[in-house]
């Protein structure tokens, strides 16, 4: 949790594990991103329909929220190393 504490963040959206959960017929996860998310204090999680690319950057943490998100993610990464090589 300290990772996240006083962040915006991006994970696995629930709407996202229940298409994969319909897909196979049952329960994936013990647990789901989002909802454990949720419950955490000081801490912001945000997430866009079910498989949309989306990525967030909060200082030095860069999250995406899915498989569909690592063009977004790589981006903002990129973006970091050119703001800090502008330094």
Same mark, same amino acid.
């Given at each position: 949790? @300290?990772?996240?504490? +006083? #962040?915006?963040?991006?994970? $696995? =959206?629930? %709407? *996202? *594990?229940?298409?994969?959960? #319909?897909? @196979?017929? &049952? &329960?994936?996860?013990?647990?789901?991103?989002?909802?454990? =998310?949720?419950?955490? &204090?000081?801490?912001? $999680?945000? @997430? &866009?329909?079910? $498989?949309?690319? $989306?990525?967030?950057?909060?200082?030095?943490?860069?999250?995406?929220?899915?498989?569909? %998100? +690592?063009?977004?993610?790589?981006?903002?990464?990129?973006?970091?190393? *050119?703001?800090?090589?502008? #330094?």
């Amino acid at each position: 949790m @300290v990772l996240v504490t +006083g #962040k915006k963040w991006t994970g $696995f =959206a629930d %709407s *996202e *594990e229940d298409i994969a959960d #319909k897909a @196979v017929g &049952k &329960k994936i996860q013990p647990y789901r991103i989002e909802d454990e =998310a949720r419950r955490m &204090k000081n801490t912001t $999680f945000v @997430v &866009k329909p079910a $498989f949309t690319p $989306f990525a967030l950057a909060d200082g030095n943490l860069i999250t995406g929220q899915q498989q569909n %998100s +690592g063009a977004e993610a790589a981006k903002l990464v990129i973006h970091q190393l *050119e703001q800090r090589n502008a #330094k």
